[in-house]
């Protein structure tokens, strides 16, 4: 019987990894020379090297070579780390806004569950009332079905005339839709990895653009949650800009953008939550400052007060007094590749390991 283990890797990390054993190395490596090198009196040591005087020479030198050549070996995968993440970062040289709006779904026969949540029709154009007095224009997080938990169905989007004429008229005023999961199913009991398989992520993005009638080519996950299946299945459905995930800034992975996670100014949240929470107008406007690349994600159910809508009114002010660009993640795209075209793709690729 052979025994047989695969990890998958991105090659980033398999070089952290790789860094991590070899730094290891380098303090092994540097007490031997150490303990060689001061003649130290361990009497473990000195049975495992049979040390004497007439090795000594040879054995400070073996273990200074050693030491040298980890240090050395430390270095080069080190540059390598860096010279990986210099070529694969996406560089944003100016200050750029997206506005991710969350959970487009459908509310025809939903209300009476989600209306306690904040999903109502009046709470939604509260907030892109605001972003279109502006003339910004946002990606809506849309699903072609949402997961009715009450009694463990899928509702399709299909069916809400109303919702699908709202979303048609965003899109007429230059907003964009990206796929924000199949159902937003993440039940650990009712739906494990529905999101992920290929099945779900292929018909959602098939049955988004038959309603309609476009190309999409951005997806942002539900919960903010990735698994490596989910991200390889997004990729090969089409998807060319992947949202809101766990990298720390915006990648390439060969014609793919990866982007970092967005700032959601609403705390202690979850979309199922009563009780919306925003942070203080100061933080909004430090974190806009932290980063040229600026992704603002917001629930539109969570905006229950005039005084968030007044700080995002605000907020959306101080950005265009500030000169900012706001885009879609599809404009997003576009601007990045089309900076680009000059220049050679970025890979980062996948490393498969396997121990037999």
């Not at 430390?74 to 750029?96: A, M, N, R, W």
């Not at 849309?142 to 463990?152: A, D, K, N, Q, S």
């Not at 924000?180 to 398989?197: L, T």
Request: include cysteine; hydrophobic fraction near 40%.
């Amino acid at each position: 019987m052979v025994w047989k283990y695969t990890m998958e890797v991105t090659l980033s990390e398999f070089y952290n990894l790789l860094s991590n054993v070899i730094m290891a190395l380098v303090v092994i490596s540097a007490l031997i020379f150490f303990f060689v090198k001061f003649k130290l009196n361990i009497r473990f040591f000195r049975k495992i090297t049979k040390f004497s005087e007439n090795h000594q020479k040879g054995l400070v030198i073996f273990s200074l070579v050693l030491l040298i050549g980890f240090i050395m070996a430390f270095g080069i995968i080190k540059f390598v780390i860096y010279d990986l993440d210099k070529s694969t970062t996406v560089v944003v040289d100016e200050k750029i806004v997206i506005i991710e709006l969350d959970d487009w779904w459908n509310f025809k026969d939903t209300k009476n569950y989600h209306t306690r949540y904040g999903y109502t029709f009046e709470r939604f154009r509260s907030v892109t009332d605001i972003i279109d007095k502006y003339d910004f224009t946002a990606t809506m997080g849309v699903t072609p079905h949402i997961f009715l938990e009450e009694i463990r169905e899928n509702i399709p989007l299909e069916n809400d005339p109303e919702m699908i004429d709202y979303i048609n008229e965003m899109l007429d005023n230059g907003y964009e839709i990206g796929m924000h999961g199949y159902n937003h199913c993440r039940h650990a009991y009712y739906c494990p990895q529905y999101e992920e398989v290929w099945y779900n992520v292929d018909t959602g993005k098939r049955e988004l653009e038959s309603i309609f009638g476009i190309n999409l080519i951005s997806y942002f996950p539900p919960g903010n949650q990735w698994t490596t299946e989910q991200y390889e299945n997004v990729k090969k459905a089409g998807f060319k800009l992947i949202g809101n995930t766990h990298v720390p800034k915006a990648y390439f992975d060969e014609d793919v953008i990866i982007t970092q996670k967005g700032y959601d100014p609403i705390y202690v949240y979850k979309w199922y939550a009563l009780d919306f929470r925003h942070t203080s107008y100061d933080e909004w406007i430090d974190e806009y400052e932290d980063t040229n690349l600026f992704i603002l994600q917001l629930h539109q159910n969570t905006f229950d007060t005039q005084e968030k809508l007044d700080d995002l009114d605000k907020f959306f002010a101080h950005i265009k007094q500030d000169g900012a660009k706001v885009m879609t993640y599809k404009e997003f795209y576009n601007y990045i590749m089309e900076k680009r075209k000059s220049e050679g793709k970025s890979l980062t690729g996948q490393a498969i390991l396997e121990v037999n």
